[in-house]
């Protein structure tokens, strides 16, 4: 029998071992070891390269190889070895597509000859999801990276044993400090949010770990190295292998919350010092809640009525009043109170608790919260019967890292030059009322309402795409599907391309409940400020009650204080201190008996010591009062003489502070162009002569100046 060419007989001779070749999954190619060249090929070889068994016979490798070079090299390699040989090559189809095939060549026997037999599968699919999840991987692993929040991995035992730059820089200790850590570690010097110890067992990750469930919302305080106190933030999430019952690990996310812990202190401070001066004050103060009962009550009520606080809270108002009184104040008071909002100055007679009956008016004013109701109704009690006293006005804040952006509180995302979502947490779905599968490939303008705020987004992601620099956002407002409105501290970064996208990562911290915090504690800082005003202006109306010489003396020589205090120059944060002070300039005369302050005659040496002491008597109350203090200067030097010669302590020139020389020539002036009940006003004409001949002995000569100048304008 004659040897046949194999080219001549390009297929194996048996019937049944034809058809398994022909049925193979894989493609099976037949090439010449003298050409290489392809004698045969089966049918998946046809389906997958697109070529027919016609076109095929006779084609090189280099015909069908992406890189011929490599593929005839690997061919040689099988020549030489005469053995298998397996390796990987990129190939073409023939509508000229790539495709990555999976080689095993080896030389066999075929038909008395040797050739080439190439088994060929296609892992194309595999090699994209291959390519797919490492840049998937290298996303989140950029995400973490960014992240504001701190990061850390723990181990079953609670070690950590991964973290990132911001959970260095949050607990002040570097990477290597943290490694092999446990939170068992008796050098962690960590408190509850009210200051008791936080036991390590009792940390997040180990409770996680533990339980097998999220933990989130715990608040941690953290001593740092240094000393210093940090305040986080902590969600510590379990992760579990396929299939398994026990946590493998626990990832810990934290951000730091010092400032928000900082405000809540703040918040709590002004609270207890609101609450000191309402129990303080010496005017008669009660305010009552939304039912209509007494829910705060000043010292002075109560020692003025002769009732213990725990006698008076929770009962209503009207329990203290004449049955006359309490009729007037339901008919009458009430529905004025209601359609006003407040009322002033109403006749009642209050009932001591030993029966005896006290004169008073009343002044109340409701509170209301932002959507109208009523918060408080307070109210003020001026005891005419004994001290003539009026106060009114009172007024009151891959997993693993899938797993960590989807856990994470934080809206993160990454976006295309065109504005799509590539990446989104579920974060960022819940606020677009969305599922994060949806989210990607759409914009902002597929779920955000405001039409603003996407233009905004769309401005600045192209900004930090094109210009490769990353943007800090302080502030931005982001609308909801369902149009609710949240305030974000977000960072965009530029991502390198991606098969030749450009892309930016973004990560917002909310910050909704911070701005609340801080408008909460401007409105509490408003609501102090006015209460100390009233306050004030309480007091100097119950001192004009009782002095009626004086009668609006007090308001007129302020405004003329004010202004001439302007016109030497004075700023304006000295000018609210100035205010006070002239209106209380005479608060001491509180303490002085009406024998003295009331006497229709002069007053004899005895009376006067007595009147010289008021001053004195003014600083004394006044000093213990901390935002008072500013403006003790008027109330204590108010009688003071550039010479030398005023009281109380003699004080001469400049060691008179300027605001009492100031309020000294206002005082004077006022008081001569005023009726007295011992003599007539003076014209302004003789009293302003009168000032100018005071310069340099009773007046600071400057300051008369300025005085003269303004008011002969």
């Avoid at 390699?77 to 509508?95: G, P, Y």
């Amino acid at each position: 029998m004659t040897k046949r060419n194999p080219r001549n007989r390009p297929g194996p001779s048996s019937q049944d071992h034809r058809k398994l070749f022909e049925d193979a999954h894989d493609a099976i190619l037949i090439f010449s070891l003298e050409d290489e060249t392809v004698l045969d090929v089966n049918a998946r070889a046809c389906e997958i390269y697109g070529f027919s068994r016609r076109e095929f016979i006779g084609k090189s490798i280099k015909a069908i190889s992406k890189d011929p070079k490599r593929g005839e090299s690997h061919l040689k390699k099988t020549l030489l070895a005469r053995t298998k040989h397996s390796f990987e090559s990129t190939q073409f189809r023939k509508d000229g597509s790539e495709m990555c095939l999976a080689i095993s060549a080896s030389v066999i026997d075929h038909h008395g000859g040797k050739v080439i037999l190439s088994i060929n599968r296609d892992i194309t699919q595999q090699k994209q999801a291959q390519d797919a999840l490492e840049e998937s991987a290298r996303q989140y692993r950029s995400v973490v990276d960014v992240l504001a929040d701190g990061i850390v991995l723990q181990n079953p035992s609670g070690e950590i044993e991964a973290c990132n730059a911001s959970a260095e820089a949050i607990l002040g200790l570097t990477k290597s400090q943290m490694m092999g850590r446990s939170s068992l570690d008796p050098r962690w010097r960590a408190i509850r949010a009210y200051g008791s110890p936080f036991p390590g067992d009792e940390h997040p990750a180990m409770k996680a770990l533990k339980s097998g469930k999220p933990v989130t919302g715990e608040i941690m305080g953290v001593y740092k190295p240094d000393g210093t106190l940090t305040w986080i933030s902590i969600n510590s999430q379990p992760m579990f292998q396929r299939q398994g019952e026990k946590p493998y690990a626990a990832v810990t996310s934290f951000h730091d919350i010092t400032d928000q812990m900082e405000t809540r202190r703040q918040l709590y401070q002004n609270e207890k010092r609101y609450r000191s001066l309402y129990r303080n004050t010496p005017a008669m103060l009660h305010s009552c809640g939304p039912d209509g009962r007494i829910v705060e009550v000043s010292d002075t009520w109560l020692s003025t009525l002769g009732y213990a606080r725990s006698e008076v809270l929770g009962k209503a108002p009207g329990a203290f009043y004449t049955d006359a009184s309490k009729a007037f104040i339901e008919q009458v008071a009430r529905p004025a109170l209601v359609k006003a909002g407040r009322v002033d100055d109403i006749a009642v007679t209050a009932k001591k608790r030993n029966g005896d009956l006290v004169e008073a008016l009343l002044s109340s004013v409701v509170e209301y919260d932002d959507r109208g109701d009523v918060v408080r109704t307070h109210s003020v009690m001026v005891d005419v019967t004994e001290k003539h006293d009026a106060l009114n006005r009172l007024k009151e804040q891959s997993e693993f890292l899938r797993q960590v952006v989807d856990t994470n509180p934080n809206l993160i995302f990454a976006k295309d030059e065109q504005g799509r979502f590539t990446l989104a947490n579920k974060a960022v779905a819940q606020i677009y009322g969305t599922t994060v599968d949806n989210l990607l490939g759409k914009t902002d303008a597929d779920f955000n309402p405001s039409q603003k705020e996407v233009a905004q987004f769309i401005d600045d992601d192209r900004k930090v795409i094109r210009s490769g620099k990353p943007k800090y956002i302080p502030e931005e407002k982001v609308t909801g599907a369902a149009g609710e409105e949240r305030w974000f501290q977000t960072i965009k970064v530029p991502l390198g391309p991606s098969e030749g996208l450009r892309q930016l990562l973004g990560v917002a911290t909310d910050i909704t409940q911070r701005k609340e915090a801080e408008r909460q504690l401007k409105r509490a800082n408003e609501y102090l400020q006015l209460a100390y005003d009233t306050t004030l202006e309480g007091w100097v109306k119950a001192l004009d009650l009782r002095d009626k010489e004086t009668e609006n003396h007090t308001q007129r020589v302020t405004d003329m204080t004010l202004r001439l205090a302007r016109a030497l120059g004075l700023e304006q944060e000295g000018l609210v201190h100035l205010r006070r002070g002239a209106l209380l300039h005479d608060i001491g005369k509180m303490a002085i008996p009406d024998s003295v302050l009331l006497k229709a005659g002069p007053l004899d040496e005895e009376e006067w010591a007595i009147m010289r002491k008021h001053p004195v008597y003014a600083y004394e109350w006044l000093k213990t009062i901390d935002y008072l203090k500013p403006a003790l200067e008027i109330p204590y030097c108010h009688h003071e003489k550039w010479d030398g010669t005023g009281y109380p302590r003699g004080l001469k020139g400049e060691e008179i502070p300027l605001a009492a020389r100031i309020f000294a020539v206002a005082d004077v002036w006022d008081a001569l162009g005023s009726d007295r009940p011992y003599r007539k006003a003076w014209t302004p004409e003789r009293v302003l002569t009168y000032v100018g001949e005071q310069a340099g002995s009773h007046f600071d000569p400057e300051v008369v100046g300025t005085f003269l100048e303004i008011s002969r304008k």
